[in-house]
T-cell receptor
Framework: RKEVEQDPGPFNVPEGATVAFNCTYSNSASQSFFWYRQDCRKEPKLLMS???SGNEDGRFTAQLNRASQYISLLIRDSKLSDSATYLC??????????FGSGTKLNVKP | GAVVSQHPSRVICKSGTSVKIECRSL??????MFWYRQFPKQSLMLMATSNEGSKATYEQGVEKDKFLINHASLTLSTLTVTSAHPEDSSFYIC?????????????FGPGTRLLVL
């Protein structure tokens, strides 16, 4: 079983839509959680850390559910520029970071 | 956020040559840096963890004699792909972890595209 699993998508949504991604992780002892964004042929860029209480940054909201071992990312009012691959990243034992394979989002005009 | 640079951004070399890639943390000290490889349409695969002043820790299946890592200072780690072959062609990305950050966020360099002919 993979440490981190994501639906690869693609999610095709119109501009202005709300879209949500989930990511599950297998290690209940995982310590930190992140969402990264990766554009085609570019390096991943940190989008936001995910805190136990949930956190919001503008149109982006991240939630952590430790009991069910998943994290989520909600994007409201999607923009064309939100089109990218969203990577779920989990820090596990021995400070190792585990990456999901990414969820591709296409925002259409 | 923190800034990590990589050099070169793109390399084309002949089979059998060695290629060195540098990863620098520009505005923070990074006791730990990570080297990843990403093939087209695949996720990042951790190759090794580079610790300043000590030997790198390699992931299973990654040959330490082929991928030489040197983390000589708190701001610089290098990855040398020795005797590169076409199958080593990939996108190599480093990341650095800032100290003092409770979450220990990783910041990525812009990556190096290696093409071995």
């Amino acid at each position: 079983r993979k440490e981190v699993e994501q639906d690869p998508g693609p999610f095709n949504v119109p501009e202005g839509a709300t879209v949500a991604f989930n990511c599950t992780y297998s290690n209940s002892a995982s310590q930190s959680f992140f969402w990264y964004r990766q554009d085609c042929r570019k390096e991943p860029k940190l989008l936001m850390s995910v805190y136990s209480s949930g956190n919001e940054d503008g149109r982006f909201t991240a939630q952590l559910n430790r009991a069910s071992q998943y994290i989520s990312l909600l994007i409201r009012d999607s923009k064309l520029s939100d089109s990218a691959t969203y990577l779920c990243v989990v820090r596990g034992n021995f400070n190792k970071f585990y990456f999901g394979s990414g969820t591709k989002l296409n925002v259409k005009p | 956020g923190a800034v990590v640079s990589q050099h070169p951004s793109r390399v084309i070399c002949k089979s059998g040559t060695s290629v060195k890639i540098e990863c620098r943390s520009l505005d923070f000290q990074a006791t730990t840096m990570f080297w990843y490889r990403q093939f087209p349409k695949q996720s990042l695969m951790l190759m090794a963890t580079s610790n300043e002043g000590s030997k790198a820790t390699y992931e299973q299946g990654v040959e330490k004699d082929k991928f030489l890592i040197n983390h000589a200072s708190l701001t610089l780690s290098t990855l040398t792909v020795t005797s590169a072959h076409p199958e080593d062609s990939s996108f190599y990305i480093c990341s650095a972890r800032g100290s003092g950050d409770v979450q220990e966020t990783q910041y990525f360099g812009p990556g190096t595209r290696l093409l071995v002919l």
